[in-house]
């Protein structure tokens, strides 16, 4: 397994570019079953997930080319000969759930591994299954797959989330698109990745309104076709950067960076003393002075998300004061909290409640990731910590970042990727 070796202490200053979001780019690939025209998604971020999105699409029988040569321009197209997601897939990446709802909408049937446990709590996916339920698709379970199936078509009905979830938004608005008349998801999830696929799906010629809103509506059309689209950028990696810039004490231009997707993070920075200012396409973060704390509770979107609570309690392991973070998302998610103490953190967490009292400095230790967001956590320690961090199972941040040293070594970071059988040196 690789590590990354990281020596603290060097403020990072320059320009990162923001590459295509994960969490959009994996629905647009599963978008991809709903039509046997191909769909060219560009700005595709190269990284371990998108890879196994590729290899279960190719094994439900879609042609998946690499346009550009390089991964980030992918077209997804042809007939399904196979529709059943195995467990061996579903199993690594979660978000392979999501071609539940475009198999069963454009095959009429679907068998799809349940996901099983995950790093950072039991992630039920209950309402993706009613969702579809109430689209006339009668499901089982069996033998540990979801087996899910209608006589004909779709059709429309109105599903009411007890409580909003990407996944489960996603699933059922990508399955309404092909569906007999009209869909109306109350209660939707709001991210920006809704509205991306939302927009993707429209130029396939899907009828859709009000994505982003609590309601959205879908009239279901007879079929999609091919269409062009380019990933948006990815609000999470931007985010972490961002803290990047923060927790240094640098100054980065953060390009495809966009505050409008990042607002409670940047109302936040701001609180803990960090300067954010935004024209056209960049983001720039910079701080000069020791950070503050302050108060987060992560919530669904417009509120602050999840998959920056780890990034921002390596931060606030280093400011002034005392912190709380209230994790209300997922209930597992506090696996960082253990490693980053062992850099010299001081965090009490009392079930969904972290406080954390802020030091003045980290030091260097052997640490693991334990999960994507929590994997970069580390690095922003370890890029502030004295001496050395040697940070394992990177595989963890493969799954979600791109590039990751090299977009920190060329701010002037001191990481480095040492191979599984490469001997561990000083750097
Ligand atoms: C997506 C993101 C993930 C992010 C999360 C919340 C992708 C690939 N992943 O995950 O990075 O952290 O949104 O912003 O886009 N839940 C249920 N029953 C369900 C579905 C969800 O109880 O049927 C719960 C989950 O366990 C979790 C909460 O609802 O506690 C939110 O989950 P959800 O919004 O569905 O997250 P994902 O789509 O899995």
């Given at each position: 397994m690789d590590h990354f070796i990281i020596h603290g202490g060097y403020p990072l200053c320059g320009e990162i570019v923001i590459g295509g979001a994960k969490n959009s780019a994996l629905k647009l690939l599963a978008a991809g079953l709903l039509t046997s025209d191909q769909l060219v998604l560009s700005n595709v971020p190269r990284i371990d997930d998108i890879v196994t999105m590729c290899v279960l699409l190719k094994q439900h029988g879609l042609n998946v080319t690499?346009?550009?040569?390089?991964?980030s321009v992918l077209s997804v197209g042809g007939k399904i000969t196979n529709t059943e997601a195995p467990y061996d897939i579903v199993s690594k990446m979660r978000a392979s759930v999501l071609v539940l709802g475009p198999l069963l909408a454009r095959c009429h049937e679907a068998r799809v591994s349940l996901p099983g446990g995950c790093a950072i709590g039991t992630r039920p996916i209950t309402l993706h299954l009613k969702g579809l339920e109430t689209l006339g698709a009668n499901i089982t379970l069996e033998n540990g797959y979801i087996c899910a199936s209608t006589t004909s078509r779709l059709k429309g009905g109105e599903v009411v989330f007890p409580f909003a979830s990407v996944g489960a938004t996603e699933n059922v608005m990508m399955a309404a698109t092909l569906a007999e008349g009209r869909t109306t998801i109350v209660n939707a999830a709001r991210e920006p990745e809704i509205i991306d696929l939302a927009n993707c799906l429209k130029n396939m010629g899907a009828e859709i309104k009000g994505a982003g809103e609590k309601t959205i509506v879908i009239d279901g059309v007879d079929s999609l076709h091919g269409a062009h689209y380019r990933v948006m950028p990815d609000r999470i990696e931007c985010g972490t950067y961002a803290c990047a810039a923060a927790i240094t004490g640098g100054d980065l231009r953060l390009i495809n960076g966009n505050t409008d997707h990042l607002a409670a993070v940047v109302q936040t920075l701001r609180h803990c003393g960090v300067e954010v200012h935004q024209t056209d396409n960049v983001m720039r973060v910079w701080c000069k002075e020791r950070l503050r704390s302050t108060e987060i509770t992560t919530e669904p979107y417009p509120g602050f998300p999840t998959d920056m609570q780890a990034q921002f309690m390596a931060l606030l392991s280093v400011a002034e004061g005392t912190s709380k973070v209230t994790e209300?998302?997922?209930?597992?998610?506090?696996?960082h909290v253990p490693e980053l103490v062992r850099l010299g953190a001081h965090i009490d967490v009392q079930g969904s409640l972290a406080t954390i009292h802020g030091v003045r400095t980290l030091t260097g230790a052997p640490v693991k990731a334990t999960d994507l967001r929590a994997s970069f956590s580390l690095i922003l320690a370890g890029l502030v910590a004295h001496g050395e961090t040697i940070l394992d199972h990177v595989h963890h941040l493969d799954r979600g970042y791109e590039a990751v040293e090299r977009k920190l070594s060329a701010c002037g970071a001191k990481i480095e990727r040492v191979q599984k059988n490469q001997e561990i040196k000083p750097v």
């Open positions: 690499d346009i550009s040569g390089d991964g209300t998302v997922f209930e597992n998610r506090f696996m």
